[in-house]
């Protein structure tokens, strides 16, 4: 195999690693947009547990896709010479932006609520609804995770498709 045969390769392969990353992570942050958080709204005390008990795994989840994602496309960058593929990378540092200064602090207050409370969306002055709104507080700023990354990957496909 040539040297030029290797790059090709090498770099069809990182394209698609990102693309495939890049849908992971869009895939379930739409997923929980759509459909696991709609259904934690729909009753907040026990939309409070359910969240305590799957932040952290989807956290973990979601913080490694963004990793690949934003590595291997600066690394698919700088090999194809082509600044279009360090838009993953600056996609996923805007998501981390917004979820480390907005989404974060929301996780935070949520996973402090008592386990003891009778009702896990007493935020501990006995207002129901403030747990409601950070809830519903928490799901707008997703949603916005959920857009930006799915633009990004739309756009990254047409640059497959088009053999980009």
Known sequence: MTTTTTTTTTSATLKLVTAATLGLFSGSALYMSAVEHPARLANPPQGIRLFKATII??????????????????VTGVLTKDPEWFIPTVVGLAIS?????????????MLA?????????????????????????WGRLHWGRSLISS??????????????
Do not use: F, H
């Open 57 to 74: 795994p989807a956290s973990v989840m979601q913080g490694s896709l963004s990793l690949t994602y934003m590595l291997v496309g600066a």
């Open 97 to 109: 932006a917004l979820t480390l200064g907005w989404i974060l602090p929301i996780n935070n207050k």
């Open 113 to 137: 609520l008592p386990e003891s409370s009778t009702d896990l969306a007493v935020d501990g002055s006995g207002n129901v609804e403030k747990g409601k709104a950070m809830l519903q507080r």
């Open 151 to 164: 633009c990004a990957l739309v756009y990254m496909i047409n640059k497959l498709v088009k053999g980009q």
